[in-house]
């Protein structure tokens, strides 16, 4: 984000505007992205890492964002309004893609049913407990 942030300053861009612009300081050409993104590609992933799906396409580096989000715990609804989705059809899509939250999550249950730490409630004043117990039935 620093880098887009300097970038972004240093080109005194707005929010509404391009972030890189063609010849003619409009949008730039989806051919145009897709070569530049295919040629940085291969320049920095290994032959095993290109000829895999990781980030083929531009569009995929938004599936990657939004599934880290998620499994690092930010709620579905946040990541739902950042994406500009909403809340079932962020679901419908990465439900299956969360990871690495079962066992954090699976001990915040325990630890919310766990009563071996809890202080238990003071006892009823036992005075005169021996009086009463020690007594034999009165007959009618």
């Not at 396409?57 to 609804?77: E, F, I, K, Q, S």
């Not at 409630?121 to 009165?138: F, I, K």
Request: charged share 30%.
């Amino acid at each position: 984000m620093k880098i887009l942030r300097e970038h972004t300053a240093r080109e005194g861009l707005r929010e509404e505007d391009p972030l890189f612009r063609g010849e003619r300081g409009d949008r730039l050409a989806g051919s145009v992205i897709r070569r530049a993104w295919g040629r940085a590609r291969e320049e920095v992933l290994t032959a095993a890492e290109y000829a895999s799906p990781l980030g083929r396409r531009v569009y995929d580096l938004r599936h990657t964002c939004l599934t880290t989000w998620l499994n690092n715990g930010v709620p579905p609804a946040d990541v739902a309004e950042w994406a500009g989705n909403s809340v079932p059809v962020l679901l419908s899509t990465y439900a299956r893609c969360l990871d690495g939250q079962k066992r954090d999550l699976q001990r915040r249950i325990e630890a919310a049913q766990d009563l071996t730490g809890r202080v238990a409630a003071p006892a009823a004043p036992t005075e005169n407990l021996d009086t009463y117990v020690t007594r034999t039935p009165v007959e009618g």
